[in-house]
């Protein structure tokens, strides 16, 4: 039941539809421009750097403030199994990411709100990895769907590490769980950016570029 609970909490959290609601106080509607998602890469495309910036602050910190959350409430009793509950929070911030009820079910692909989730459950040297992985591959590519499947890569690949060297301090059976949580998770952000691998193949992917909006 914990475990659902969480899942909700993170849901909620995850419905901050930072990207949408930015398009609104500029008087438009994200997802009918661009590529028609909800998220900071649209959002920077659309809107300029600063509407991707905050897109993508506002829909990492959902995912961290999800967690503080659980880990608030949870903490105390459930103190053996947090971290296992923290990534069921993530995971509901990042359904209510993608998908909205109030918007269709349509929001955006969960990426930054991973990099939050990222964050919250692994460390700093993990995350800055992350993060220069994806500035570089970026930087060199233009293509930002590649960067963002690398941190999403990262994202699996650190918390099996974490868990395997005990920092979270749980036993197996919830290693494992959380393990495949996290595997679902990067499934899912591929599965999203199906559309961009098949592009990257044909050799139609959209290059991102920071010189057209302030």
Known sequence: MERIVCILIGYIFGLFQTG??????NHVDIRKM??????STN???TLGVKAGVCTFLGDSFKCIFAVLAVRLIFGGNYGEILPLLSIYAGLGAVLGHNFPFYLGFKGG?????MAGLLAALTNLWITLIALVVFVTIVAVTKYVSVGSIAVVLIFFAGVVFRGQTGSYGMESVYLYEMYAVAGFLALLAIWK??????????????????????
């Open 20 to 25: 949408y609601l930015y398009g609104r106080m």
């Open 34 to 39: 661009g590529s028609g998602n909800a998220g």
């Open 43 to 45: 959002a920077l495309r």
């Open 109 to 113: 692909k969960g990426i930054a709100a």
């Open 193 to 214: 950016h199906r559309a961009n691998i098949q592009r990257l193949m044909n050799g139609t992917e959209n290059k991102i570029s920071f010189g057209k909006k302030k």
